[in-house]
């Protein structure tokens, strides 16, 4: 579990193909002191598993389909990545609570700069967007961001100096790729509201053919 507060930045400075999986190795904005083998951190958005450490450095294997999934499979040595450990238990949460189970990717479309405040337009998917609401929380490339307006199959988010500072938000352009996590609430919320509703449906079903089964008639209204 994480919070979407960015820690760090790392590079990509290794990227081997290992059968069906991806061998990436990140080397530190800052040094980390503390990280171990077997312990998860997430790589922009996306909840990993060290598998090499050092305090310079991680290495974390990538199956193909979290490369197919994510913005991961795009990287290329050199690159910069958002990275954030996980959240300890007692420790100050300041973002929102961020799985760094990746649910699709978004497209910045365009970039509004304003004084000191940038908003950002992303393009996505009608299923993530369905999940989003005004003054909602998303996770983009493992930030916490509040969502300002949905509108269709866009929405808007505004980003503070500081944040495209300490991230890689400073660097995205029209056309790049995030990946969208959004608020776990909101997930858990919609499956159940699917259930509900195949419930009652259901239900209906079953109570028309048995009035059916008793001798009731049934007409359509056609007016």
């Known amino acids: 579990m994480f919070t979407g507060i960015v820690e760090n930045q790392g590079r990509v400075f290794k990227k081997e193909e290992r059968g069906g999986q991806v061998r990436f190795g990140f080397r530190f904005q800052k040094k980390e002191k503390g990280l171990k083998v077997g312990d998860s951190i997430a790589v922009s958005g996306v909840c990993l598993t060290a598998v090499r450490v050092s305090p310079d450095f991680f290495e974390v294997d990538v199956v193909r389909q979290t490369l197919g999934a994510t913005t991961l499979g795009g990287l290329a040595l050199g690159d910069r990545v958002n990275l954030e450990r996980s959240l300890k238990v007692g420790a100050g949460l300041g973002g929102h609570f961020v799985t760094g189970h990746i649910d699709g990717r978004g497209t910045i ?68 790729e995030v990946n969208l996590e959004v608020d776990i609430v909101a997930r858990y919320l919609q499956k159940c509201f699917l259930k509900e509703k195949s419930r009652r449906t259901f239900s209906s079903r079953v109570i028309l053919q048995e009035l059916l089964r008793q001798g009731f008639e049934w007409k359509k209204d056609l007016n």
Do not use: M, W, Y
Request: with cysteine; charged share 25%; aromatic share 4%.
């Open 109 to 176: 479309i365009k970039i509004e700069k304003r004084k000191k405040n940038t908003t950002l337009f992303l393009n996505a998917s009608k299923d993530i967007i369905a999940l989003l609401a005004d003054k909602g929380s998303v996770a983009c490339d493992g930030i916490s961001l509040t969502v300002q307006k949905v509108r269709g199959s866009v929405f808007q988010i505004a980003v503070i100096p500081h944040t495209l500072k300490v991230t890689t938000f400073g660097i995205k352009r029209v056309g790049s």
